[in-house]
C-alpha cells in the first residue's frame, strides 16, 4: 500500500479500493459530506469512516480515515495521526520520529529523494498549456493555523456525532485558536501599578555579549511590531536580560526587584483550592481545560502607568503596552480581570489567572457551557493556547488530583518524594533518615514507639556498631514513618488560606530538596515534598548556586499553591536571604531571582542545618524526572509543548455550593480531614443576609407555591375565561408573557409566588455564587432574565438597602455626608494652639525621628520641633520650653486623641499652667486642620532639600519654618511673623533700613495701631476664608441628623485591609448626640465612643415578610 505523509492535510483518508481488497477492515457508512482539497475550491465526497491498523516498522498504530473513492495515494495520513504520535520527520538525520507509550522510536527514511505529483481530483480531462506555472514550492512557516489546532483538539473523540458537533462548534470560534498573531483584550479594567511616594528607580542596562545583544535586538522589533512594547522617554528604567531555555531560544525578562519594591501590593484573592476541588466533584461528567495564549501579554496596563515599566536596553528605552512577567501585582489583577471576563460564566467554569476550567453533567449541557465561554472570550477579544487546551475530557488533572465523575485522588507528585526512599542499608543511612525526622518528632503522634525498631539498632556505640543490622521490623518502623508523613494529620491537601506559606529547601552534591508546608495552631502541616536528582552540569554549580536553584526548582514544581500567597523560604546558606531586594553578584543566582518575580516572596530566613534536617535528607536521596517543568512560553514563535505536567486552574465557589459538593463525594476519594472548621462560621455577631440558616430558593416547590398563592390562583382562573391576557399556564407553572427587546417574541417569566420572593432574592444577592451582592442594576437585570411578580423592581430596591453586609462593605460614590463646621477665629495671638505629631521620619545623627508641631489659629505662626520620640514627658517639655517660655500660655490647645497628648501627665500639665486641652472627634483630622494642612505642606519641603539617604532633615526644619512664618498666609493675607510681632521680619536680602523713631514710645504707638489693625482685618479675613472653605465643601454633600435611639454603623479605621468591611458590622445605638458629633455605644456592650457625622451609616433593617 502506498501511503503518504500530508502535514497540509487535517484528517487522514484511505482510497475505497483498498477496503474491498481487504475484508479486514469494515468501514461505517455515514452521511456523505465534503472536504476541500488545498486549494479551499475544489472538494471530493467522503462516504465513510474506518479504523485503520498501521505497522511502521514492527511497530503497530492505529487512526480513524476517512473513506473516498478520490485519493492519489492508497493512504494519506494528515496531522490528526501527527499530533497523535507526535510525529517528526528529520530530513538531516533520515530518520522520521514518533511517540508511543512515553517512548520515543525512530524510524530510518530508506529514500532521501522526493517525488512531486499532479492529481486531477475531478471526473473530467483537464488541458494545459506548455510551460504552464502550476505552483511554487516553498518551505512551510511554523506557524499552525485554527483549523490544526482544533484538530488537535478532537482527536481523542471516538463518537462520529459528539465528534462533529464538537468540530462544528470549534470552527465557529476558531479565531480564539489563531496562534499567529498577538491580541489585547478590550476589557473595560487594565493593569493599574499603585506605587508609594518615591523617587523613579533607574538602573543602567546589562551589557551583553555580541550573540545575546543581536538575539535581544531581534525580540524587541517582534515586540515592537506586534504593538506589545512601544519607545519610551520614562524617567525610570529596569534593566533588562536574556535567559536561555531548554530548547535553546531566547526569553526577555526585566529586573523589576526597584519597582516592585515600592508597588503598593495589590490584595485581590486567588481561588481558594478546597472549594474548587470541592465543586468539581459534584457528580460532573464532562470537563474542559483551556489555556489562554501568552498569559499576561493579552492583557493592557492601564495608559497612565505604561511609563513605570520602562525597561533599557543596549539600544534604547522602551515601555510595555500589555502586561509582563515579574511584575508584584501580575497574579491578582491578571485574576480580577479574568474573573470579570467570565462573570457570566461562573455557574459552571472556574478560573486561576490564565487557565480556565469548565464542567458539565452532559455532553449536550457541555457544549453549551463551552459556546457561552468562548462567547465571552471572543468578546473581550483573547486567545487559547490550542496544545495547553483539553475538550471534552471525562478526566482531568487539577491542582493535584486527578478528577473524574465519580472521584478525585491525589497525584502521587506531591508525596512521591518520600514515597520511594530506599530502605537504608548501612548504620549511616539509618542514622541520616531518623536525623532527618528529628525536626517532626514532636509532630509525629507516638513517634518514639513507631521508631523504636530503628532506634535499637542505630543507637549503638563504636565498637558495637558492626552489629547494625536492617531487619523486617526495621523495615515495617521505615514504612510506617514514611505513611505517617504522607498521610493526616501531618499532610494537608490545600493550603490554609489564612496562613503564610513556609518553604524550606537543601541541596547537597547529588539533588535538591525541598518541603512545602504550613504552621497551623504551632503544628507544621505538610503540603508538597519534592526532591530532585541533579544534571551533570548542575553538579558543577557553585554551593550558593544549587541553593538557589533548590528554590526555584520546588518554586516551579509547587506554583499552584504559591501564586498570589505570601512565601516565606527557609535555607541554609546565608547570602541568599537578600536573593530578592538585592542585587547579586553571581550571575546564575541573579537570573533566578528575576524568573521568581511573579511569587511573592516576603522574606527570606537562613536557618542552621541542624534546623533544615527532611529537606537535607531528601536532597542526598534525589528522585528523577522525566518531565520538564511547566515553563510559561511568552516567546513570539509557536512551539508545541510535550510537558506532562500539571495545568494550575483555580476556582471561585461559594460556600452552600462547597459544602454540598462534599456530601456527594466519598470521604475516601477525598481523603478529607477527620474534622475541619465550619465554612460558614464567622465571630461576628450579625447574622448576615448569606448565613446558611436562611431558606434558599428551591425551584422544585415553584408550583406548590403557586398553588397556594390567592394572587396567582385568580390570574390562573381569569385565564379560563380570558386567555389573551398576558399570562401562560405550561405544565402547571403560571408564567407572564413579556415583550423581549426585539419586540418580536415574548418571553415567558415564571410569576414568583410571594412565599418565595424573599428566598430568591437572597439567592439572587446574598449568595457570592450567583448574586455576589452587586448592585440593584445587575441583579435586577438577572432576575428580570427568568422571573417575574409585582413591583419586582421595588422589591429589589428594599432588598438590597436594606442587606447589611452591603451596607457595611459597599464604597459610596458621593461625598462624606455632614457640612463643614470651621472653628471660630480667635480674638487674638496665642488664644487656640493646635499641635499634632508628624512621623516617623528617618533617624538622624542626633537620633531625632519625630516632629511636633504647634500652629497658632490666629496669626498661623508655626512651631516645629524635632525630637527623638513622642512618650507624654517628651511631649510636654517640649511645649513648655518652645513655645510656653516664649510666648506664654495659651488659652487653649486643641489634638487628637493620640497617646502622646491624652494621657494623665498632659492632663495634669494642662490643670497646672491653666489652659483648656480640647480634643478632637476621634479619626476626624478637619477638627484641627491647621495643623494637617502644615504637616502636609513642610514634609514635602523637606524631601526636597536632604540627603539621598534623608537622615539630615532636622537640619532643614528651622530654616523651612522661618520661610514659612515669613511668607503671607492665603487665609489672613499677613505673615504669620508680622503677626506674631507686629513687624515684618528682617530677611538677608533685605537693604539696611535708615528710619528711626523720634521718642521710644512712638514705637509703642505704632506698634498698637499695627496690632489693632491687624485684629480687624485678620478675623475678617479669617471669617471671609471659612465662608469660601465652608460653600465649598458644603457643595453637594447631605447633612443628615439623627435622633436618638437610632441604629448606626460605623465606619471601620484601625487596620482594615482590603478585603474587610468598611463599617462595623455590630450595629450600635445613638445616647447622645450634639450636631454634627454623636455618641453611640453597641447594643450589648457599656463602651460609648464618640464620631463625627460623616463616619455613620444609618442601617436599613430587612422586613421578614416579603408580598406583592
Not at 488545498?38 to 503497530?60: E, P, Q, R, W
Amino acid at each position: 500500500m502506498q501511503i503518504m505523509i500530508d502535514t497540509g492535510a487535517q484528517n487522514s483518508f484511505v482510497h475505497e479500493r483498498n477496503l474491498t481488497l481487504n475484508d479486514k477492515f469494515k468501514s461505517s457508512t455515514i452521511p456523505q459530506q465534503k472536504f476541500y482539497m488545498a486549494d479551499g475550491l475544489t472538494s471530493f465526497i467522503v462516504t465513510g469512516t474506518v479504523t485503520l491498523n498501521i505497522f511502521i516498522g514492527d511497530i503497530l498504530t492505529s487512526i480513524l480515515a476517512y473513506v473516498t473513492k478520490n485519493l492519489c495515494a492508497d493512504l494519506i495520513l494528515g496531522m490528526d495521526y501527527l499530533l497523535k504520535y507526535d510525529l517528526e520527520i528529520k530530513p538531516k538525520k533520515k530518520i522520521i520520529l514518533f511517540y508511543l507509550h512515553d517512548k520515543a522510536i525512530t524510524i530510518p527514511i530508506d529514500n532521501e529523494s522526493t517525488s512531486f505529483y499532479f492529481t486531477n481530483p475531478s471526473s473530467h480531462s483537464e488541458r494545459m498549456r506548455h510551460d504552464n506555472q502550476l505552483n511554487t514550492i516553498a518551505t512551510s512557516s511554523s506557524s499552525h493555523t485554527p483549523e490544526l489546532a482544533i484538530n488537535h483538539l478532537l482527536h481523542h473523540l471516538t463518537d462520529q456525532v459528539e465528534y462533529h458537533t464538537l468540530q462544528v462548534l470549534l470552527y465557529k470560534f476558531k479565531s480564539i485558536f489563531d496562534h499567529n498573531t498577538f491580541t489585547v483584550a478590550t476589557t473595560q479594567m487594565s493593569h493599574v501599578i499603585e506605587t508609594h511616594p518615591h523617587t523613579p528607580p533607574v538602573s543602567k542596562y546589562y551589557p551583553g555579549n555580541r550573540t545575546s545583544n543581536s538575539e535581544m535586538h531581534l525580540i524587541i522589533t517582534k515586540l515592537l511590531h506586534s504593538g506589545l512594547i512601544r519607545e519610551s522617554q520614562s524617567s525610570y528604567a529596569a534593566p533588562a536580560l536574556l535567559i536561555k531555555k531548554k530548547d535553546n531560544t531566547w526569553r526577555l525578562v526585566i529586573d523589576y526587584k526597584k519597582l516592585n519594591a515600592i508597588t503598593i501590593k495589590d490584595n485581590y484573592p486567588l481561588p481558594n483550592m478546597e472549594l474548587a476541588l470541592q465543586t468539581l466533584g459534584a457528580g460532573y461528567h464532562f470537563f474542559s481545560k483551556l489555556d489562554l495564549k501568552s498569559g499576561f501579554w493579552q492583557f493592557p496596563i492601564n495608559t497612565k502607568d505604561r511609563f513605570k515599566t520602562a525597561f533599557i536596553t543596549p539600544f534604547g528605552l522602551y515601555e510595555w503596552n500589555v502586561l509582563p512577567q515579574g511584575l508584584r501585582n501580575a497574579p491578582p489583577s491578571f485574576q480580577r480581570i479574568m474573573n470579570k471576563v467570565l462573570s457570566s460564566c461562573i455557574d459552571f467554569s472556574l478560573v486561576y489567572l490564565d487557565d480556565i476550567v469548565i464542567f458539565s453533567r452532559s455532553y449536550h449541557e457541555h457544549l453549551i457551557h463551552l459556546e457561552k465561554v468562548f462567547n465571552a472570550l471572543k468578546l473581550h477579544n483573547l486567545t487559547l493556547n490550542s496544545m495547553k487546551c483539553q475538550i471534552a475530557q471525562q478526566t482531568i488533572e487539577y491542582l493535584g488530583h486527578v478528577i473524574s465523575s465519580k472521584t478525585i485522588t491525589p497525584l502521587p507528585d506531591k508525596i512521591k518524594s518520600i514515597v520511594l526512599l530506599p530502605e537504608p542499608t548501612s548504620l549511616a543511612q539509618a542514622n541520616r533518615f531518623i536525623g532527618g525526622l528529628s525536626w517532626y518528632r514532636k509532630f509525629i503522634p507516638q513517634f518514639a514507639s513507631i521508631a523504636a525498631p530503628i532506634h535499637a539498632v542505630t543507637n549503638l556505640s563504636k565498637s558495637q556498631r558492626y552489629k547494625f543490622k536492617w531487619g523486617d521490623d526495621q523495615s515495617k518502623s521505615f514504612n510506617d514513618l514514611k505513611n505517617v508523613l504522607t498521610s493526616r494529620p501531618l499532610m494537608l491537601d490545600f493550603p490554609d488560606d489564612t496562613q503564610p506559606i513556609l518553604l524550606s529547601t537543601d541541596a547537597s552534591k547529588v539533588g535538591l530538596g525541598g518541603i512545602l508546608y504550613q504552621e497551623i495552631n504551632d503544628v507544621k502541616r505538610i503540603l508538597y515534598y519534592h526532591s530532585e536528582l541533579l544534571s551533570p552540569s548542575q553538579k558543577r554549580f557553585h554551593p550558593i548556586e544549587l541553593e538557589a536553584l533548590a528554590i526555584f526548582k520546588c518554586i516551579t514544581r509547587m506554583k499552584s499553591f504559591l501564586f498570589g500567597r505570601d512565601i516565606i523560604i527557609f535555607t541554609d546558606n546565608c547570602p541568599l536571604c537578600h536573593m530578592m531586594d538585592k542585587k547579586i553578584s553571581n550571575k546564575r543566582v541573579e537570573k533566578i531571582s528575576l524568573l521568581l518575580q511573579e511569587f511573592n516572596i516576603t522574606k527570606i530566613i537562613h536557618v542552621q542545618g541542624k534546623h533544615n534536617c527532611l529537606p537535607d535528607y531528601l536532597s542526598r536521596h534525589p528522585i528523577s524526572y522525566e518531565d520538564e517543568l511547566l515553563d510559561s512560553e511568552y516567546g513570539l514563535g509557536f512551539r508545541r509543548d510535550k510537558s506532562s505536567a500539571v495545568q494550575f486552574i483555580g476556582a471561585m465557589v461559594t460556600r452552600s455550593k462547597a459544602r454540598t459538593a462534599s456530601a456527594n463525594v466519598s470521604s475516601s476519594s477525598l481523603q478529607q480531614p477527620q474534622s475541619s472548621p465550619d465554612l460558614s462560621s464567622s465571630s461576628t455577631p450579625v447574622t448576615t443576609s448569606s448565613s446558611s440558616t436562611i431558606d434558599h430558593f428551591d425551584i422544585t416547590q415553584l408550583q406548590e407555591h403557586q398553588n397556594n398563592d390567592i394572587q396567582i390562583q385568580k390570574i390562573v382562573n381569569d385565564l379560563k375565561h380570558n386567555p389573551h391576557i398576558s399570562f401562560e399556564l405550561n405544565d402547571g407553572i403560571l408564567y407572564k408573557l413579556q415583550s423581549s427587546s426585539h419586540g418580536k417574541v415574548k418571553r415567558k417569566l415564571i410569576y414568583v409566588p410571594s412565599s418565595m420572593i424573599k428566598s430568591l432574592l437572597v439567592s439572587y444577592h446574598d449568595n457570592p455564587f450567583i448574586g455576589g451582592h452587586f448592585a440593584i442594576r445587575r441583579t435586577l437585570h438577572k432576575l428580570q432574565q427568568q422571573y417575574w411578580w409585582p413591583n419586582i423592581k421595588q422589591s429589589v430596591i428594599d432588598h438590597i438597602k436594606s442587606c447589611i453586609v452591603c451596607q457595611a462593605y459597599n464604597t459610596s460614590r458621593q461625598k462624606r455626608p455632614g457640612f463643614l463646621h470651621p472653628v471660630r477665629p480667635p480674638d487674638g495671638a496665642n488664644e487656640l494652639l493646635g499641635i499634632d505629631f508628624c512621623g516617623p521620619f528617618p533617624p538622624t545623627p542626633t537620633d531625632n525621628k519625630y516632629v511636633l508641631c504647634l500652629t497658632d489659629y490666629y496669626t498661623k505662626f508655626v512651631t516645629a520641633i524635632p525630637l527623638p520620640t513622642c512618650s507624654a514627658q517628651v511631649t510636654a517639655e517640649a511645649i513648655f520650653k518652645e513655645h510656653i517660655c516664649r510666648f506664654g500660655v495659651p488659652k487653649a490647645i486643641i489634638s487628637d486623641q493620640g497617646t502622646s497628648f491624652k494621657n494623665q501627665l498632659m492632663l495634669s500639665f494642662a490643670q497646672l499652667l491653666g489652659y483648656h486641652h480640647i480634643f478632637c472627634t476621634p479619626y476626624h483630622p478637619q477638627s484641627n486642620g491647621q495643623v494637617e494642612r502644615f504637616n502636609s505642606t513642610f514634609v514635602n519641603q523637606l524631601a526636597k532639600l536632604t540627603d539621598q539617604e534623608h537622615n539630615n532633615w532636622d537640619e532643614y526644619l528651622y530654616p523651612i519654618v522661618f520661610a514659612y512664618n515669613t511668607g503671607v498666609h492665603s487665609t489672613t493675607n499677613f505673615t504669620p511673623f508680622e503677626l506674631t510681632f507686629g513687624r515684618a521680619a528682617n530677611l538677608p536680602t533685605d537693604r539696611p533700613t535708615t528710619f528711626t523713631f523720634s521718642h521710644p514710645h512712638d514705637y509703642l504707638d505704632q506698634l498698637v495701631r499695627n496690632l489693632k489693625y491687624y485684629r480687624t482685618t485678620v478675623r475678617q479675613n479669617i471669617q471671609q476664608q471659612h465662608a469660601q472653605s465652608k460653600a465649598r465643601y458644603d457643595r453637594r454633600r447631605t447633612d443628615p441628623q439623627y435622633d436618638l435611639g437610632t441604629m448606626v454603623l460605623t465606619r471601620i479605621f484601625t487596620s482594615r485591609s482590603k478585603l474587610d468591611p468598611r463599617f462595623s458590622l455590630d450595629p450600635k445605638i445613638i445616647v447622645n448626640r450634639q450636631h454634627p458629633i454623636y455618641w453611640v455605644k453597641a447594643i450589648n456592650s457599656t463602651t460609648i465612643s464618640r464620631i463625627h457625622v460623616n463616619d455613620i451609616r444609618p442601617l436599613s433593617t430587612r422586613s421578614n415578610a416579603s408580598s406583592h
